[in-house]
């Protein structure tokens, strides 16, 4: 039973690992759309002010 029990909670931390990495790949792929599009920037980066918008 505790063998079984073992089995399950690493299962699950498996599963649960695999859910978080694929989440980043997708986060991270959304923030690639996004700066490409020139909605957001790369960190550190600093984005210069739109001269139409004065």
């Known amino acids: 039973m505790c063998g079984d029990i073992s089995i399950a909670i690493s299962s699950l931390l498996t599963t649960n690992t695999f859910i978080l990495e694929s ?3 997708v986060g991270e792929t959304h923030n690639e759309i996004l700066q490409f599009l020139g909605i957001a920037q790369p ?5 210069l ?3 139409d918008l004065r």
């Open 23 to 25: 989440n980043r790949a």
């Open 49 to 51: 002010p739109d001269p």
């Open 43 to 47: 960190a550190g980066m600093t984005r």
